[in-house]
Structures are given as structure tokens and as C-alpha cells.
């Protein structure tokens, strides 16, 4: 699986990122986004580069089978060590696979789910094209496909809310940037993705903004009350389903469903 980018990431990424208000939000969102399309559990779960399971655990909470499937070693040992914590009804609803999302349909042994979910995934990838036919793969006729990515359309909003402003004019028209965790990421447009899917079977259902007022106040130097958090959630979540401010989310939430054959 070549080397381990993320290994020396996991902890500032799940104890710093995801611990901040701004990562409650994240998970907290697309969450509840989830469960207004996905059956009841216990339904199977796929989670192809599912991280330290910031998104897994709490539908393996709320009663689903979740398999969270990463290339990265570092990613899963600190998944179990977040997993030890919590209930042993809750620990024996989550499995995990060790492999890259490309193979994910031999990873699993060809296994059908009710639900893949891909967040936060495609956009370190030059060619996303094999895991998408993956996602798609997996899912079981009927299941649903969940995929977070990076928003080509509001690219400019994090270097001008950071007065970068050279860059911001560059990015109207950019695809790529380097993130806030230093590595090289991409970008995707909503309609674009949504076509990737239909060629692949899945029939894209909604889509969602994720981080809005949230982003634009921590971008912009101001300290988020981690006392807030819920509160913040609450708003960002209503947006998320509002134009225009889904349409300035830098990352969206594409939900689809795949077209029993």
C-alpha cells in the first residue's frame, strides 16, 4: 500500500482537527445529512478511507454494521484506540479492513452494503476514477453512495478569507491547492461528481453544504467557543440544505442511490 502519508497525521488530525468545534460540526452534519437516506440499521456500512472513524463510530452507535476500510496503518490504530472507549455493544458493531480504496470490493470479499460512504477522500487523489468504480461496486442495488469532497466552486473562499488575495484570484479558476493539513488536494464540482455517478449506476439523490459560517469565522482568525458547538451545528446544518449558502461551503456532501440493475 506504499507508504504511510497519514501515519504521521492521525494525531493532529484526530485530536486536533476533529476535536475542535469546527470537527464536531463536520461530523455532526453530515450525520444527521446520513439518516435522511439511509435505511434502518443494523443495514451494513462501507467507510473507504474512514480515518480514526470520526464518521463511522456514530452510526455504529445509532445500531449500524459499520467496516471502516483505510490504507493507512496509523489511521486504524488510532480508530481502535478511539473504538476502546466506547461501549462493547458499540465495539462489536465495527470491523476494519487494512487496504486502499481502489480494492475495496476484494478487501471485502465482495460483500454488498447498504451503504458506502467516501469523505474527505477524493481530493488527495490525482485520479479518483478507480475508487469511484469501487463506491460504486460495493454498494448493494438500492444502497447508498455518500461522498464528501472538495467544492471547484467556491475555491476562493479560503485564500481570500485568509488575505491571500493573489492566490484568491488564482483560484477562481483553479482545481487544486494545498490543504490545511500541508498535502496537496483537488477539487470537484456537485454536477460533475453527480455525472461521475450516473455513468457508475448511482442516481444521485441531494446534495449538502457542510461547513459554512463555521469555516469562514475559523479561516478568518476568530476562536470558536467550544461551548457553541451544538449551537453552531444546529445553524450549519440548515444551511446546508439552503441555497445560496451550500453553494459556498468549501466542501459538499453528494448523496445517491444505486439504480437496481
Same mark, same amino acid.
Not at 488530525?13 to 464536531?24: L, R, T
Not at 444502497?143 to 473562499?157: H, K, L, Q
Not at 451544538?230 to 466542501?251: M, N, Q, T
Given at each position: ?131 469511484l468504480d469501487q ?37 477562481? @479558476? ?43 469565522? @475559523?479561516?478568518?482568525?476568530?476562536a470558536l467557543d ?33 439504480t437496481p440493475h
Open positions: 500500500m506504499g507508504q504511510d502519508t497519514w501515519a504521521g497525521l492521525a494525531d493532529q488530525f484526530a485530536d486536533g482537527a476533529y476535536a475542535s468545534a469546527k470537527g464536531y460540526v463536520r461530523t455532526h452534519v453530515i450525520h444527521h445529512q446520513l439518516l435522511a437516506h439511509l435505511p434502518a440499521p443494523p443495514a451494513g456500512v462501507l467507510d473507504v478511507g474512514g480515518g480514526a472513524g470520526h464518521q463511522s463510530f456514530p452510526l455504529a452507535e445509532a445500531g449500524y454494521d459499520v467496516t471502516l476500510l483505510d490504507p493507512s496503518q496509523g489511521m486504524l490504530d488510532k480508530a481502535k484506540q478511539r473504538l476502546a472507549r466506547l461501549p462493547a455493544e458499540v465495539r462489536q458493531r465495527v470491523g476494519f479492513v487494512a487496504a486502499d480504496g481502489a480494492h475495496a470490493d476484494e478487501a471485502v470479499g465482495g460483500r454488498r452494503f447498504a451503504a458506502v460512504l467516501c469523505h474527505g477522500v477524493l481530493g488527495y487523489l490525482d485520479e479518483p476514477e478507480p475508487v463506491l460504486c461496486r460495493c454498494a448493494a442495488d438500492g444502497g447508498v453512495v455518500s461522498i464528501m469532497a472538495g467544492n471547484a466552486t467556491a475555491a476562493a473562499v479560503r485564500p481570500a478569507l485568509q488575505q491571500r488575495w493573489e492566490d484568491a484570484l488564482a483560484a477562481f @479558476d483553479a482545481r487544486s491547492e494545498i490543504g490545511v493539513l500541508g498535502l496537496p488536494t483537488r477539487a470537484d464540482t456537485v454536477e460533475e461528481l453527480g455525472e461521475q455517478l450516473r455513468k457508475r449506476g448511482v442516481e444521485p439523490l441531494d446534495w449538502y453544504g457542510v461547513w459554512h459560517f463555521v469555516d469562514w469565522l @475559523d479561516l478568518g482568525g476568530v467550544p461551548g457553541d458547538a451544538a449551537k453552531i451545528a444546529a445553524v450549519e446544518l440548515e444551511a446546508g440544505r439552503r441555497d445560496p449558502y451550500r453553494r459556498l461551503s468549501r466542501i459538499f456532501h453528494l448523496v445517491g442511490r444505486k
